[in-house]
Each structure stands twice: as structure tokens, then as C-alpha cells.
């Protein structure tokens, strides 16, 4: 190789051989060693575990047990022999007079329950109500005088402003003399003095234009006074001042809050309102709405917030919440029903309160379909007329019936393209008219098959609002209504301002009941007096009639037919042609009520008024009469009618389904009969019974009353059968309600809490029939069902259960995922869940079961423990028994069924009661679904286990009700 300077012959070989060479040098320095080791030792064991210590530490720990068992030991001793010494020291020094102070406090307690006594029944001489009338009269009085002196339009000469304007008068006429000298005007001009009416020397008048020159440029609250100084003077009317005034008395807990609430903000609009905090600003430099909350605490929170927020900044924070927890059935039904002005609103307040757009939430917040649906909602621009043209509205169903996939969910499908184009009258044209097109088949099944869970519930909830803005308002109010949810009294007091008589009117039609009476039953709260009135209050543009509808409707006539075939009577409602013609809508009426006779009276003079002779007679006729009671008949016909159907309706799984041949004729005669032998006919007492439905037993036992007055079916049935089928016979006669009522009030006898058929009528009844369970207990036990409940448990335990009587559950199915994990996540305190716990309360009080169920699950992976023990870790004793039942018959009412009746059968005996209960009062609801989880859970039918170890004669009847005779 040529050195350095060299040519070489191979200018790549040569830079080859270089890099090997460097190579081979860069191998060698890496592999060389230094001569000094400088890396850190190597770590043996015996150095790091201290065998030594630790035996010491054994050793001494094993003596520490060792003498605490002794310890232990000797304690146990000493508690369990008698005590060697007397060290309770407990002697009673005898006394030589005790008798004689013995008498002496026997009358000093008997003076001093005499004294309370007399406290108790003496009136007080100042009474503090004719005092606040005295106050509340004089401040009227000051009231009308001060409104009366501000009407004057002259100003007397005693008048401070009479000084004001002299002033200013001599002002004017030095300037127009000034004016006149510098014009060189001879003032001594002779001329006629003017003519003065004697008035004019008197008093001085002024208008608006002399008022307002003389404020300062500060506006309405500054004016110049005698000396040129400026001084405060508020122009606002003395209505607002007063309710400002009445405000501040309430915060300063001064007046009761209720009525000054109902009078002085309830019955007014939304602007006065405004008013009212501007002016109670002004007046106290306090804020009206944080006053409130300090001065009347956290039970009020809610109603502060909705009476004094604007309605758009309330839309906003339920809109945040909504797509916070992912729960876009909600946010769609805000957007949605929000008219373009109010959603222009909405986005201010939005922006305002969190800084950030409503777009830009939604971007962030959810994703396809959801975020196309919610952004074509908040833009604002949709139109908002009522004009519907036919020939389009049939070319927009046809399209949307014939697109293919995307049509409901994608941002161009066709339903979204409708939504941003066209108004709500036409959407809901081209809906039904698609209903047609698809043979029968609602649009929201078509959503539900093709979409996604969550996407599905938004577009139902966005078609229920788009079909009925009351109906759909009244359910939310029914699922929402708690007096601690903001959500449900933003929507009362949003309503109330707009359409409330119509929601009112939805309510009861879809809920039989009325929503004021359901407030009351279930807001037992210091604010339910408030909400009663919002819920009263009609809108101030709302029409007294909109539309004349008379709804004096021809009663339908009642009669009776022979069947052909076994010669029964049937009855029947028999309708005019008439309205058969006007079926579904409001019928033209046929026939009028007659009027009520009244008997007026042949004179008025002064002594007529307390005279009974001169009072119209209140007499009402025959036929009125009648008419009248069959009115009442009908409309009861109708309610059992519709109690029926909303069974039915439970009845998913249930052993026993309405009978298709039903006569109650035929089968009256057949009971009579087989009870008319010295042995009745168990068999067809037992085939009649369990194969009608409870509500043709209830028809079947009123037709028994009508024909066979001596006695009653029930009663009939017990006499001839053996006493072991009294029990079921009475489960079996009841209504659903009655037979709870009647199990509710044998279990607080018994076990109380501890009864499996209590805690599955109080973790499993809706609201509705959680009232009509209440009101029976009431009538037949005079006894409120509460209070007897919650009388002898733990007061956290009262409250819970208590809650749980108001059937505040929410009765549908659907599952959400995303809302369960975060519930999980509020009711997870380190690893435990606290039973007291707002968010654990939440749960399992007003979601339904099977959302419930989800939660727990997401709980146990979330700590890695189930629910049960987790409240087995936070309570003890029986409250923890009472917990983890109504715990598990909320998560799971079939399991919580299949175990109590395995139970049943174990122990001691059989507990028959139980039995009988469990199985009459789910025989309607999911018996075949308990019969295949017991079946499943134990190896055996619940059959079998009725046939080998319930020892009662009604063995056979349960067994029928089963379907298994």
C-alpha cells in the first residue's frame, strides 16, 4: 500500500483497505480493559436480607401474641366468674324524712304539670298575625298615597319643584332682556300688557320636555336640586320597588318564603322578573339571586335558579350536562323545540357560561351520526313557517322510503336534508305519509333496525317532539319530577310561560292523573307550595278558547244480548251512526244534557238572603239523575278498562293471560253450580280462576254481585272450601293493588323489612300504582304505609326507604353504557360505595332495572368487588340485611323472586305465605321467566318442589296458576 502522498492504482480499493484499517482499530480500543475495575460491586444476599433481624423480629412478634393471648385469656376469666370484690359502690343512704320528700316532690311535679297545662291552652295577648295584617295595611295605604300624590300635574307653591322652575322662568326672562338690549330694542316701547288668567299667578305648570331639562347627563337617576347639587331618585314603579322590598325580607328570613315566591315572582313574567333583580340591585347593591341562596339554603337552590335565570341560560346548562354524560336524547329534545330567536339566545348564554361554543362542544364531545343530527339542530336557521305543499311533501316520502342506507344517519341522507329544509308541519306530513308508503310500519321502527342504539333514541325523541310538544313535555315532567332536580323545574317554569294549560291537559290524558296532585304526592319538599302555583299558573297571551269544541257527547246506549250459541248475556255499548262516523275525533253532539230545575225565588227583599224558601232549589231531576249515574258507570268502565290494558301490557312473561271467550255469564253459572254440591267441583273453581286474568276475575265477581246478592264470590269460596285456600283465594279475588295492600300489612306484622313479597312490592312498582297501593292502606288500615315502614329502622335506612315508596323509577329498558360507567365512577369511594351517597341513591332509586344492573357491573370491574360487599363494609347488622335485599330485588327482581322461593321451602317448614304471595302477585308480570331461572339456579322445577313439600290443599290452584296442573 503506497503512504501517504503516494498516487495510487486503485482509488476504491485504496479508500477500502483505509476503513478496514479504521475498523479493526475502533475494535480493538472498544475491546480493551481498563487496568482499575471501577464498576460497582456485586450484591450478595446475606447483605440485603438480614436473615438475623428478621428471626428477631419473628421471635419477638411470636412473644407479643403469646402474651396477649394470655391476656386475652385472663380477661375472659374475669368476665365470665363473679366478681371477688364489690366495686359498684351503688348504696342508698336511708333517710329519716323521705317519706315526707318523697310528698313534697310529688306535689311540685304535680304544680308543674298543672302550670304546663295552662301554658299550653293560654292564648297569647299579642298576636303576631293581626300585627303583620296591621303592618301589611299601613304599608298599602303608604302605597296608594304615594302612587295618588304622583298623578298631580300642577305643582303648588309648597312643592320644591314650584322653586325650581320660578327659578328657571326669571332665567328665561333675564336672558330674552339681555337678548333684547344687545339688539338695541327700546324695552320702554309702550305696549298692552298681556291678559293673565288668575290661575296662571297661582300655579305653574309643566310638561315632559321641562322635566327632563332639568336632569343631568348622568340619566334617570340624577336630578338638579335647590342649590345646583345632584341627588339620587329612582323612576322605577313602586310595583317593583315592593317586590324588591318583600325579596329582601325573605332573604333575611323576615316573611315566609313561600307565598312572597308565588306573589311577588310566580305571577310574573320572565321580563318583570328582571326588573325585580335590577331594582333589588339598585336598592341594596346585593345580588337578588345569591341573597336568596344564603338566606333560604340548598332547598331552594332550584327554584331560585329557574324563577330568576334567563330561560336560555338554563337551556344551556342542561344542554352542557346533556352532552357531558352523553345523554343526546336530551340535548336533541333542547335544540329542537328552541325557536330560532331562542336558540340565537342559547348560543350567547352557552358561550358566556363556558367559554366556548356550542359547535365547537359538540365537535368535541360526540361523534357520527350524533354530531351531524346535533349540528344541524344549534345552527339556527331552519324554517319555521307552517305552509305544507301536498304534491312535495308525497315526492319527499317517497324519496326517504326508496333511499337505501345512510338515509336516516348520514349528513346527506335524506332525513337530514329534510330537517335542514323544510318545517316542522311538512317533516310531519312526509312522516305519516312514509307510513303509508312502508305498509303500516312506524318511521322509529325503521331507526331502531337501521341505526345505532344511541343514535336511534335521539331521532325517536326528536319525532315524539315533532308529532306533540305537550306530549312529549308531560312525560319528561313525569320521568324528571323531583323538587331537587333542576332539570324537572326549568321545564315547569320554562312551560309555564308558554304552553302549560296544554301540558296539564297531556299529562292527564297519557298518566290519568293530574299533574298538580302528583306534585303534591311525590315533591313533599318547602318548595312543593311554589311548584303547585307554577304548575297552575297559565301563560298571559295563552286563549281563554282556542277553538270551540263541544264535548257534550250522546251517551252510548247500554244493552243487553242473548248469544246464539249458549244463550248468555253479553253487554255491549251500542253506538249511533253518528258517532261511529266521528270515532277518534270531537263529536258532534246528539243529545244535550237536560238542565238542572232550579225553583228562583218570588222576591228579593232584605229578608230573602237568609231565608231557605227564597234560595233557587238545587233539586235535580229524574232523568238528569240517570243520566248521570250511567255517565259515572261508563267512565269506570273505562278506567278498569285502561288498568287492564297497562297490565297487560307488564304482562311480558306471565303464566296467566286473558281468557279470548270471556263471559261472565256462563261462567257465574258454572261457579254456582260446582259450589251448590256438599263437594264442590275443585276442578272447575280451579279451572275458572286461573285461566281469566285478574281484571275479568274483578268483572267476574261484580256479575256475581248483581245476580247472586246474598253473598259475595269471595266469601262463597271460602265458606265451601277448606281453609288452606284462603289465602290464594283472596290473592286471586283482589284487585293487584288491594292484594299489595293486604300483603304489605301482613308482612309489617311479621318480618317487616325482612319479608321477601314487602321488598318486591316496594323495588318493583311504578309510581302510579306505589299511590293507589298508599291510598288503600290508608282507607282500610287507617294507617299511613310510610310511616308504619319506616317506624322502627335506622333513620338512613327511613330515608332510603321512604324515597323508595315514591316509585320515582324510571319503567323502560334501555341501556346506556357510557352513563352507567360514569355513574360507577361517582359511587365509587375508595373501593366501597357509601349507602347515604347522593349519586349511590340515584342509581338505585330512579333508574331502572336494568340500568341498574349495568352499573353494578361497571362498578365491580371498576374495583374489583361487587356491590353487595361493598355494603357489607360500610353498614352492619340488620340494617346491612335490609340493604342488600332491596339492593338485589332492584338489580334483579326474577333472581331476587327464584331465591326467596327456594328459601321458602328450606328451613324449618314451608313457609306457604310466601309462597302464595310470590307466586299470585308475579303470575301476570314474569312467572315463566322465575320458572326457568329457578329451574336453572337449582337443579329442579318449582313445580316439583310444589308437589313434594307444600303441604296445603291449594297445592292444585298454585299449580294451575303455574301451568302446570
Known amino acids: 500500500m503506497p503512504g501517504p502522498g503516494f498516487p495510487v492504482a486503485n482509488k476504491i480499493l485504496y479508500k477500502y483497505e483505509q476503513d478496514r484499517a479504521y475498523r479493526l482499530h475502533r475494535q480493538k480500543v472498544n475491546a480493551s480493559r481498563p487496568t482499575v475495575k471501577n464498576k460497582q460491586p456485586k450484591k450478595y444476599p446475606h447483605l440485603i436480607l438480614q436473615l438475623k433481624k428478621i428471626q428477631l423480629e419473628e421471635e419477638r412478634q411470636a412473644e407479643v401474641d403469646h402474651e396477649n393471648r394470655l391476656l386475652l385469656q385472663k380477661m375472659s376469666k374475669i368476665m365470665k366468674e363473679p366478681a371477688l370484690v364489690d366495686s359498684w359502690n351503688e348504696y342508698h343512704t336511708k333517710s329519716l324524712n323521705l317519706p315526707q320528700r318523697e310528698k313534697q316532690l310529688r306535689e311540685i311535679q304535680m304544680e308543674n304539670i298543672g302550670l304546663a297545662k295552662r301554658l299550653e291552652h293560654t292564648r297569647p295577648v299579642i298576636r303576631s298575625d293581626e300585627l303583620e295584617g296591621e303592618y301589611q295595611q299601613k304599608k298599602y295605604l303608604q302605597m296608594l298615597w304615594n302612587e295618588n300624590s304622583k298623578d298631580y300635574d300642577m305643582v303648588i307653591p309648597r312643592h320644591q319643584r314650584y322653586r325650581q322652575l320660578r327659578k328657571m322662568k326669571e332665567a328665561e326672562l333675564a336672558k330674552e332682556r339681555e337678548e333684547k338690549e344687545a339688539n338695541g330694542e327700546d324695552d320702554k316701547k309702550e305696549s298692552l300688557p298681556p291678559i293673565k288668567k288668575p290661575s296662571e299667578s297661582q300655579t305653574i305648570r309643566y310638561n315632559a320636555d321641562t322635566y327632563r331639562s332639568t336632569r343631568s347627563d348622568n340619566g334617570d337617576k340624577e336630578r338638579k336640586s335647590d342649590d345646583g347639587s345632584t341627588m339620587d331618585k329612582s323612576q322605577f314603579s313602586s310595583q317593583v320597588d315592593n317586590d324588591a322590598k318583600a325579596l329582601f325580607k325573605v332573604a333575611k328570613n323576615l316573611a315566609q318564603p313561600e307565598d312572597v315566591f308565588i306573589r311577588n315572582l310566580v305571577r310574573r313574567t320572565p321580563a318583570q322578573r328582571k326588573k325585580i333583580s335590577e331594582r333589588f340591585k339598585e336598592m341594596y347593591s346585593l345580588d337578588l339571586a345569591s341573597e336568596l341562596r344564603s338566606g333560604l339554603g340548598e332547598d331552594w337552590d332550584c327554584v331560585i335558579d329557574a324563577l330568576l335565570k334567563s330561560k336560555a341560560t338554563g337551556s344551556a346548562k342542561l344542554l352542557h350536562d346533556a352532552l357531558e354524560e352523553g345523554d343526546y336524547p336530551m340535548a336533541v329534545e333542547i335544540l329542537f323545540t328552541c325557536k330560532n330567536t331562542d336558540l340565537a339566545d342559547l348560543r350567547g348564554s352557552f358561550r358566556q ?492 332509586l330512579k333508574k331502572n332495572h336494568a340500568q341498574v344492573k349495568q352499573t353494578f357491573e361497571e362498578f365491580e370491574q371498576l374495583t374489583g368487588s361487587d356491590i353487595y360487599q361493598s355494603i357489607a363494609d360500610t353498614v352492619v347488622g340488620e340494617t346491612e340485611d335490609a340493604y342488600i335485599s332491596l339492593v338485589k330485588a332492584i338489580e334483579d327482581p326474577g333472581r331476587f323472586y327464584v331465591e326467596k322461593l327456594f328459601s321458602s321451602f328450606g328451613g324449618i317448614g314451608t313457609n306457604e305465605d310466601n309462597i302464595i304471595r310470590i307466586i299470585i302477585s308475579r303470575s301476570e308480570i314474569d312467572m315463566r321467566d322465575i320458572k326457568v331461572e329457578f329451574q336453572k339456579r337449582n337443579q329442579k322445577s318449582l313445580s316439583a318442589m310444589l308437589k313434594a313439600d307444600f303441604p296445603g290443599d291449594s297445592k292444585n290452584m298454585l299449580l294451575a296458576i303455574l301451568g302446570d296442573s
Open 353 to 844: 357560561e363556558y367559554s366556548q361554543s356550542i359547535d365547537t362542544t359538540i365537535n368535541e364531545k360526540t361523534e357520527d351520526p350524533e354530531r351531524s343530527l346535533l349540528a344541524t339542530l344549534a345552527k339556527g336557521d331552519r324554517d319555521e313557517s307552517n305552509k305544507v305543499d301536498e304534491s312535495t311533501a308525497e315526492t319527499d316520502a317517497e324519496d326517504l322510503y326508496e333511499s337505501g342506507d345512510g338515509r336516516w344517519s348520514s349528513d346527506a341522507g335524506k332525513f337530514l336534508k329534510l330537517l335542514r329544509t323544510r318545517n316542522n308541519k311538512h317533516i310531519t306530513v312526509v312522516l305519516n305519509l312514509y307510513k303509508i308508503h312502508n305498509k303500516g310500519v312506524e318511521a322509529t321502527e325503521d331507526i331502531a333496525r337501521e341505526c345505532s342504539r344511541s343514535y336511534a333514541e335521539a331521532l325517536t325523541a326528536l319525532i315524539n317532539s315533532l308529532h306533540g310538544p305537550e306530549n312529549h313535555f308531560a312525560e319528561r315532567l313525569f320521568r324528571t319530577m323531583s323538587p331537587t332536580n333542576p332539570e324537572f323545574v326549568n321545564l315547569l317554569v320554562v312551560r309555564s310561560e308558554i304552553d302549560m294549560p296544554a301540558v296539564r291537559k297531556a299529562y292527564k290524558k297519557k298518566f290519568d292523573a293530574e299533574l298538580v296532585d302528583d306534585i303534591k304526592h311525590k315533591c313533599q319538599h318547602t318548595t312543593t307550595k311554589v311548584l303547585v302555583e307554577i304548575a297552575n299558573k297559565t301563560p298571559p297571551n295563552w286563549p281563554k278558547s282556542k277553538r270551540f269544541v263541544d264535548k257534550r257527547v250522546r251517551l252510548p246506549s247500554i244493552v243487553y244480548r242473548r248469544s246464539s250459541n249458549d244463550g248468555s248475556q253479553h253487554l255491549t255499548i251500542q253506538q249511533t251512526q253518528t258517532q261511529k262516523k266521528w270515532k277518534g275525533a270531537n263529536p258532534v253532539p246528539q243529545q244535550t244534557k237536560p238542565p238542572i230545575k232550579r225553583v228562583e225565588p218570588i222576591s228579593k227583599g232584605p229578608d230573602m238572603k237568609h231565608n231557605p224558601l227564597g234560595q233557587p232549589s238545587m233539586r235535580v231531576a229524574a232523568d238528569t239523575s240517570i243520566q248521570r249515574r250511567e255517565e259515572e258507570k261508563l267512565k269506570q268502565l273505562e278506567k278498569e278498562h285502561r288498568r287492564e290494558e297497562e297490565r297487560q301490557k307488564k304482562n311480558i312473561s306471565g303464566t296467566i293471560k286473558p281468557a279470548n271467550n270471556f263471559n261472565p255469564s256462563t261462567d257465574c253459572e258454572r261457579l254456582h253450580d260446582a259450589l251448590m254440591e256438599d263437594h264442590p267441583d275443585e276442578d272447575v273453581i280451579i279451572e275458572v280462576l286461573t285461566t281469566r286474568s285478574n281484571g275479568q276475575r274483578q268483572i267476574l265477581k261484580n256479575k256475581w254481585s248483581s245476580k247472586y246478592k246474598k253473598h259475595s264470590l269471595e266469601s262463597r269460596l271460602k265458606e265451601k272450601l277448606s281453609v288452606d285456600y284462603d289465602e290464594t283465594i283472596m290473592g286471586m279475588m283482589m284487585t293487584p293493588s288491594e292484594y299489595d295492600a293486604h300483603c304489605l300489612h301482613e308482612a309489617l306484622d311479621g318480618m317487616g323489612l325482612s319479608d321477601p313479597v314487602l321488598v318486591g312490592i316496594l323495588c318493583t312498582r311504578d309510581a302510579k300504582e306505589m299511590k293507589e297501593i298508599k291510598d288503600i292502606f290508608k282507607k282500610e288500615y287507617k294507617k299511613d304505609l310510610t310511616e308504619e315502614i319506616t317506624a322502627h329502622i335506622d333513620p338512613d335506612l327511613a330515608e332510603f326507604v321512604t324515597l323508595l315508596c315514591q316509585g320515582d323509577r324510571d319503567q323502560g329498558k334501555e341501556v346506556n353504557a357510557q352513563k352507567a360507567r360514569k355513574d360507577a365512577e361517582k359511587m365509587n369511594k375508595n373501593g366501597r360505595v357509601d349507602v347515604v351517597d347522593k349519586a349511590f341513591r340515584d342509581v338505585v
